[in-house]
Protein backbone atom coordinates (compact mmCIF):
# COMPACT_ATOMS: atom_id res chain seq x y z
CA UNK A 1 0.00 0.00 0.00
CA UNK A 2 1.41 3.52 -0.79
CA UNK A 3 0.25 7.35 0.08
CA UNK A 4 1.68 9.78 -2.27
CA UNK A 5 1.03 13.63 -1.78
CA UNK A 6 1.53 16.03 -3.57
CA UNK A 7 1.74 20.09 -2.57
CA UNK A 8 1.86 23.31 -4.57
CA UNK A 9 3.36 25.27 -1.77
CA UNK A 10 3.16 28.61 -4.02
CA UNK A 11 6.75 29.30 -3.92
CA UNK A 12 7.63 25.69 -4.82
CA UNK A 13 6.21 21.68 -5.10
CA UNK A 14 6.65 19.47 -2.83
CA UNK A 15 5.77 15.68 -3.43
CA UNK A 16 6.19 12.54 -1.01
CA UNK A 17 5.49 9.02 -0.73
CA UNK A 18 6.45 6.56 1.41
CA UNK A 19 8.90 3.50 0.75
CA UNK A 20 6.59 -0.01 1.73
CA UNK A 21 5.56 -2.65 -0.02
CA UNK A 22 2.93 -4.35 1.82
CA UNK A 23 0.22 -7.82 1.14
CA UNK A 24 -3.51 -7.65 1.76
CA UNK A 25 -4.12 -9.07 4.96
CA UNK A 26 -0.80 -8.90 6.40
CA UNK A 27 0.01 -11.85 4.95
CA UNK A 28 3.62 -11.26 5.00
CA UNK A 29 5.97 -8.53 7.19
CA UNK A 30 6.01 -5.28 5.23
CA UNK A 31 9.46 -4.09 3.62
CA UNK A 32 10.47 -1.10 2.85
CA UNK A 33 12.55 -1.37 -0.44
CA UNK A 34 10.47 0.79 -3.01
CA UNK A 35 10.88 4.26 -5.03
CA UNK A 36 7.68 5.56 -5.59
CA UNK A 37 8.76 8.78 -7.14
CA UNK A 38 10.32 9.31 -10.39
CA UNK A 39 11.56 12.74 -12.05
CA UNK A 40 10.67 13.10 -16.08
CA UNK A 41 13.35 16.13 -16.67
CA UNK A 42 14.97 18.03 -19.13
CA UNK A 43 17.56 20.81 -18.46
CA UNK A 44 14.83 23.52 -17.68
CA UNK A 45 12.36 21.43 -16.42
CA UNK A 46 11.16 18.76 -14.43
CA UNK A 47 7.95 16.73 -13.46
CA UNK A 48 7.75 14.18 -10.96
CA UNK A 49 5.82 10.93 -11.43
CA UNK A 50 3.96 8.94 -8.45
CA UNK A 51 2.03 5.40 -8.48
CA UNK A 52 0.35 3.60 -6.49
CA UNK A 53 -1.59 0.06 -5.94
CA UNK A 54 -1.00 -3.33 -7.43
CA UNK A 55 3.24 -4.05 -7.42
CA UNK A 56 2.82 -6.30 -10.81
CA UNK A 57 0.75 -3.85 -12.67
CA UNK A 58 2.62 -1.12 -11.35
CA UNK A 59 5.79 -2.51 -12.61
CA UNK A 60 4.32 -3.31 -16.05
CA UNK A 61 2.82 0.32 -16.42
CA UNK A 62 6.23 2.38 -15.52
CA UNK A 63 8.45 0.13 -17.21
CA UNK A 64 6.18 0.40 -20.59
CA UNK A 65 6.09 4.57 -20.05
CA UNK A 66 9.87 5.17 -19.13
CA UNK A 67 10.83 2.83 -22.04
CA UNK A 68 8.75 3.53 -24.65
CA UNK A 69 7.49 6.83 -23.70
CA UNK A 70 9.31 9.05 -21.49
CA UNK A 71 13.03 8.26 -23.23
CA UNK A 72 11.59 10.18 -26.24
CA UNK A 73 10.34 13.38 -24.35
CA UNK A 74 13.21 14.03 -22.56
CA UNK A 75 14.90 17.06 -25.08
CA UNK A 76 11.90 19.08 -24.38
CA UNK A 77 9.60 18.21 -21.85
CA UNK A 78 6.11 20.31 -21.91
CA UNK A 79 4.10 19.55 -19.09
CA UNK A 80 0.92 20.53 -20.17
CA UNK A 81 1.48 18.42 -23.03
CA UNK A 82 2.83 15.87 -20.63
CA UNK A 83 -0.28 15.34 -18.70
CA UNK A 84 -2.60 14.83 -21.74
CA UNK A 85 -0.44 12.24 -22.97
CA UNK A 86 -0.08 10.53 -19.99
CA UNK A 87 -3.72 9.64 -19.67
CA UNK A 88 -3.62 8.94 -23.14
CA UNK A 89 -1.00 6.35 -22.27
CA UNK A 90 -2.18 5.07 -19.00
CA UNK A 91 -5.65 4.47 -21.06
CA UNK A 92 -3.70 2.95 -23.64
CA UNK A 93 -2.08 0.05 -21.96
CA UNK A 94 -4.87 -0.52 -19.04
CA UNK A 95 -6.99 -1.15 -22.03
CA UNK A 96 -4.76 -3.76 -23.58
CA UNK A 97 -2.70 -4.95 -21.25
CA UNK A 98 -4.13 -5.33 -17.39
CA UNK A 99 -7.14 -7.07 -16.13
CA UNK A 100 -9.57 -5.49 -14.58
CA UNK A 101 -8.69 -6.40 -10.85
CA UNK A 102 -4.88 -4.87 -11.70
CA UNK A 103 -5.85 -1.93 -13.20
CA UNK A 104 -8.59 -0.97 -10.94
CA UNK A 105 -6.17 -0.73 -7.80
CA UNK A 106 -4.15 1.96 -9.64
CA UNK A 107 -3.39 5.62 -9.20
CA UNK A 108 -0.69 7.60 -10.23
CA UNK A 109 0.15 11.59 -9.48
CA UNK A 110 1.72 13.70 -11.88
CA UNK A 111 3.39 17.25 -10.17
CA UNK A 112 5.49 19.75 -12.36
CA UNK A 113 6.13 23.33 -12.33
CA UNK A 114 7.07 24.99 -15.55
CA UNK A 115 9.30 28.12 -15.60
CA UNK A 116 8.26 31.07 -14.91
CA UNK A 117 8.81 34.77 -17.32
CA UNK A 118 11.10 37.16 -15.09
CA UNK A 119 8.47 39.59 -13.87
CA UNK A 120 8.83 43.21 -14.15
CA UNK A 121 9.24 45.13 -10.98
CA UNK A 122 8.87 48.33 -12.29
CA UNK A 123 9.44 50.78 -8.90
CA UNK A 124 8.19 47.89 -6.53
CA UNK A 125 11.15 45.67 -6.21
CA UNK A 126 9.84 44.80 -2.88
CA UNK A 127 7.16 42.16 -4.77
CA UNK A 128 9.35 40.33 -6.08
CA UNK A 129 7.87 37.10 -5.05
CA UNK A 130 4.42 38.29 -5.37
CA UNK A 131 5.23 38.76 -9.34
CA UNK A 132 7.36 35.96 -9.28
CA UNK A 133 4.39 33.64 -8.05
CA UNK A 134 1.80 34.94 -10.75
CA UNK A 135 4.48 34.17 -13.18
CA UNK A 136 4.74 30.23 -12.32
CA UNK A 137 2.29 27.67 -14.05
CA UNK A 138 1.92 24.70 -11.52
CA UNK A 139 0.95 21.00 -12.33
CA UNK A 140 -0.83 19.00 -10.07
CA UNK A 141 -2.59 15.65 -11.40
CA UNK A 142 -4.10 12.48 -9.97
CA UNK A 143 -5.10 9.59 -12.91
CA UNK A 144 -7.06 7.16 -11.62
CA UNK A 145 -7.91 4.26 -13.68
CA UNK A 146 -11.39 2.30 -14.05
CA UNK A 147 -11.88 -1.22 -13.04
CA UNK A 148 -13.96 -2.08 -15.42
CA UNK A 149 -13.71 -0.09 -18.33
CA UNK A 150 -9.93 0.59 -18.57
CA UNK A 151 -10.46 4.35 -19.15
CA UNK A 152 -8.59 7.00 -17.09
CA UNK A 153 -10.15 9.92 -14.88
CA UNK A 154 -7.64 12.83 -14.64
CA UNK A 155 -8.33 15.63 -11.40
CA UNK A 156 -6.18 18.28 -11.43
CA UNK A 157 -5.93 19.56 -8.04
CA UNK A 158 -5.06 23.59 -6.69
CA UNK A 159 -2.77 23.04 -3.55
CA UNK A 160 -2.91 19.41 -2.26
CA UNK A 161 -3.17 16.06 -3.57
CA UNK A 162 -3.59 13.13 -2.25
CA UNK A 163 -3.60 9.23 -3.67
CA UNK A 164 -3.05 5.21 -2.41
CA UNK A 165 -4.07 4.16 0.76
CA UNK A 166 -3.07 6.73 2.89
CA UNK A 167 -6.06 8.77 1.09
CA UNK A 168 -8.18 8.29 3.70
CA UNK A 169 -6.42 10.14 5.65
CA UNK A 170 -6.81 13.31 3.46
CA UNK A 171 -8.10 15.66 6.76
CA UNK A 172 -5.38 15.37 9.13
CA UNK A 173 -2.77 15.47 6.21
CA UNK A 174 -4.17 18.70 4.85
CA UNK A 175 -4.37 19.98 8.52
CA UNK A 176 -0.69 18.95 8.89
CA UNK A 177 0.48 21.18 5.73
CA UNK A 178 -1.52 24.21 6.42
CA UNK A 179 0.03 24.55 9.86
CA UNK A 180 3.24 24.15 8.01
CA UNK A 181 2.29 26.22 4.83
CA UNK A 182 3.41 29.56 6.30
CA UNK A 183 7.02 28.72 7.88
CA UNK A 184 9.99 30.92 5.90
CA UNK A 185 7.21 31.22 2.77
CA UNK A 186 9.24 34.91 2.39
CA UNK A 187 12.76 33.39 2.91
CA UNK A 188 13.40 31.13 0.36
CA UNK A 189 16.75 30.14 2.16
CA UNK A 190 14.81 28.09 4.98
CA UNK A 191 12.32 26.38 2.58
CA UNK A 192 14.65 22.99 2.59
CA UNK A 193 13.48 23.13 6.48
CA UNK A 194 10.21 24.07 5.52
CA UNK A 195 9.82 20.48 3.53
CA UNK A 196 11.59 18.40 6.22
CA UNK A 197 9.18 19.36 8.82
CA UNK A 198 6.31 18.65 6.87
CA UNK A 199 7.63 15.16 5.57
CA UNK A 200 8.23 14.40 9.22
CA UNK A 201 5.32 15.40 10.78
CA UNK A 202 3.36 13.35 7.96
CA UNK A 203 5.47 10.50 8.49
CA UNK A 204 4.68 10.80 12.66
CA UNK A 205 0.89 10.89 11.57
CA UNK A 206 0.97 7.94 9.71
CA UNK A 207 3.22 5.77 12.33
CA UNK A 208 0.22 6.81 14.63
CA UNK A 209 -2.51 5.55 12.44
CA UNK A 210 -3.91 2.35 11.59
CA UNK A 211 -2.09 1.77 8.31
CA UNK A 212 1.04 2.14 10.13
CA UNK A 213 1.84 -1.36 9.20
CA UNK A 214 1.23 -0.34 4.93
CA UNK A 215 2.69 2.99 5.21
CA UNK A 216 5.75 3.42 6.31
CA UNK A 217 9.75 3.09 6.01
CA UNK A 218 11.82 6.46 4.57
CA UNK A 219 9.85 8.82 3.23
CA UNK A 220 11.22 10.22 -0.39
CA UNK A 221 10.46 13.66 -0.75
CA UNK A 222 11.16 15.96 -4.18
CA UNK A 223 11.16 19.43 -4.25
CA UNK A 224 10.61 21.46 -7.31
CA UNK A 225 11.55 24.98 -7.49
CA UNK A 226 12.04 26.98 -10.55
CA UNK A 227 15.99 26.79 -9.81
CA UNK A 228 16.22 23.31 -9.54
CA UNK A 229 15.08 19.75 -8.20
CA UNK A 230 16.17 18.25 -4.50
CA UNK A 231 15.33 14.69 -3.54
CA UNK A 232 15.92 13.67 -0.13
CA UNK A 233 14.64 10.76 2.39
CA UNK A 234 13.74 10.79 6.13
CA UNK A 235 11.25 9.39 8.65
CA UNK A 236 10.87 9.57 12.71
CA UNK A 237 12.41 6.19 14.06
CA UNK A 238 10.98 6.80 18.28
CA UNK A 239 9.52 9.82 16.88
CA UNK A 240 12.92 11.78 16.12
CA UNK A 241 14.48 13.31 13.26
CA UNK A 242 17.66 11.80 11.62
CA UNK A 243 19.67 12.79 9.01
CA UNK A 244 20.57 10.15 6.59
CA UNK A 245 23.15 9.61 4.05
CA UNK A 246 22.56 8.59 0.31
CA UNK A 247 24.62 7.03 -1.69
CA UNK A 248 24.36 5.96 -5.38
CA UNK A 249 24.69 2.97 -6.89
CA UNK A 250 23.42 1.68 -10.28
CA UNK A 251 19.45 1.03 -10.41
CA UNK A 252 19.54 1.28 -6.54
CA UNK A 253 19.30 3.98 -3.42
CA UNK A 254 21.65 3.18 -0.70
CA UNK A 255 20.21 5.15 2.74
CA UNK A 256 22.93 4.75 5.94
CA UNK A 257 21.39 6.01 8.94
CA UNK A 258 24.33 6.27 11.56
CA UNK A 259 21.96 6.95 14.60
CA UNK A 260 20.84 3.58 13.42
CA UNK A 261 23.48 1.58 12.34
CA UNK A 262 21.03 0.30 9.64
CA UNK A 263 20.97 0.70 5.82
CA UNK A 264 17.61 0.61 3.36
CA UNK A 265 18.15 -0.46 0.31
CA UNK A 266 15.50 1.15 -2.71
CA UNK A 267 15.11 -0.06 -5.18
CA UNK A 268 13.10 1.39 -8.43
CA UNK A 269 10.08 -0.74 -9.32
CA UNK A 270 11.51 -2.26 -12.53
CA UNK A 271 14.09 -3.17 -10.86
CA UNK A 272 12.88 -4.79 -7.57
CA UNK A 273 14.26 -7.72 -6.82
CA UNK A 274 11.40 -10.75 -6.88
CA UNK A 275 8.77 -10.46 -4.14
Not at 31 to 60: C, M, P, W
Request: positive net charge; proline residues 7%.
Amino acid sequence: MTVIIGMNWYTEMLVLADTRVSWPNQSRPPEDILRKLYTITDHRKTAVLGFSGNIQAAQFVMQYLMEKKFRHIRRKLVIERLKDNLRFWLEEVATTKLSPEARGSLSFMLCGLEPYRPPFLGKNPEKVLTSHLMNQEIHLYVYRIAKDSGKVNMTKYRNIAITGSGKDMSQEVVEEIHQAIHFGFDQPNIHWARSMIVTQQIAELFKKSEYNMSVGGPFQTIRITPEGVTEFYTWPPDLEYYDVEVLREPNVTTIYNPKQNKTYKLYPIWGLPPL
